[in-house]
């Protein structure tokens, strides 16, 4: 039903930015139906909620770790989602995968949808 093409992972040195891109193909319905967001996982740890936004892209969620930092923001017209990622620190290390789900509540702890991801490095 949802198809998801991520971009814009590789290595950054500490300070740095990347802004992830993920294209979302959905199939008997529209993107605006759907709250969409980026989880990430690091070698070892559990997945992480990082961002959410709703389907209207007026309200959004961050986890503690990277409030300030990161910018999440949606093109409903294109089909989609984008994560601006400032100042990124050694821990951000992970792959961020691009999600989707019709509820909002709740984003950060779970989203029904997944993509494949792509992996971002940051390091010297």
């Known amino acids: 039903q949802l198809q998801f093409v991520e971009s814009g992972g590789g290595l950054v040195q500490p300070g740095g930015s990347l802004r992830l891109s993920c294209q979302v193909s959905?199939?008997?319905?529209?993107?605006?139906?759907?709250?969409l967001g980026w989880f990430r996982r690091a070698a070892g740890k559990e997945y992480e909620g990082v961002s959410c936004?709703?389907?209207?892209?007026?309200?959004?969620n961050y986890a503690d770790s990277v409030k300030g930092r990161f910018t999440i923001s949606r093109d409903n017209a294109k089909n989609m989602v984008f994560l601006q990622m400032d100042n990124l620190k050694p821990e951000d290390t992970a792959k961020y995968f691009c999600?989707?789900?019709?509820?909002?509540?709740?984003?950060?702890?779970?989203?029904?949808?997944w993509g494949r991801g792509t992996l971002v490095t940051v390091s010297s």
């Open positions: 999600t989707a789900d019709l509820s909002y509540t709740g984003c950060l702890s779970g989203m029904d949808y």
């Open positions: 959905v199939s008997g319905s529209t993107l605006d139906h759907y709250t």
């Open positions: 936004i709703d389907s209207s892209g007026g309200t959004t």
